[in-house]
């Protein structure tokens, strides 16, 4: 029963949420210690506190092994949260490996369009990541990893499902044009004027923050004080217990 998808999941590409994991690594990580000891009952709650914890992203390592970031994919593709519940662990910028998490995640099971609309902001992220992989660690940023989302067909050694060109999409009425900050810069614009904000995402600006303001920011537009937060992922799932409206 830990190895199967939630009751009532919605099929993601025609499939199985988890079968969007190739077979091989989808059963390496069912037998992996990691899998077995850490992932068992996670919920969309509880499995903050793992992804806070994790130290790198990739896919498989030494003798074929999968990583933390890779069997915790595998628990929310089983789990299937909610898309208001991985836009607040897109907002948590604090929290690089977690929003790492949810952008994988939300690439391989959103519609075209939604996916360049809520992963494109993060091109701003500039911070650094971690990545374990066959050759060892490597350092990577923010924005490169989500641009090899959004051109590559393989990341962390799993194989994306297709997604539709941006271009198509802009023919097709589905998205507006890409702004170019290069462009606006040239132009004179400035990021305020060139970048609206997103409101009907609720996405703030991922490098507008600094991590030590960043709670504080969090706090005052909730209208709460500090001690509303006693442990780091209280902000994003506060509202499993009513504490917190959804932005």
Known sequence: MANTTVRGAVAI?????QYLVESVIRNRIYESSYWK???????AETLIDKAIE???IGGVYGNQKPTEFLCLLLKLLQIQPEKEILLEYLQADEFKYLRALA??????TFRPAEVYEILEPLLKDYRKLRHRGMNGYSI??????VDSLLVEERVCDLILPRITKRD???DLGELGPRKSRLLDAMEGKSEHE?????????FGNPTSWSEPQSRKQI?????LSPQHFPRPSQRICGWFAGALPLA
């Not at 952008?103 to 391989?108: K, V």
């Not at 990577?140 to 990893?145: L, Q």
């Open 37 to 43: 000891e850490h992932c068992f009952a996670l919920t």
């Open 13 to 17: 590409h025609g499939q199985n949420p």
């Open 194 to 202: 060139s970048q609206p904000r997103r409101q009907s995402l609720a």
């Open 219 to 223: 706090t005052n537009i909730a209208g």
């Open 168 to 170: 198509v999409l802009e």
């Open 103 to 108: 952008a994988m995640y939300i690439r391989m």
């Open 54 to 56: 994790l130290k790198a």
């Open 140 to 145: 990577i940023h923010m924005d490169e990893f």
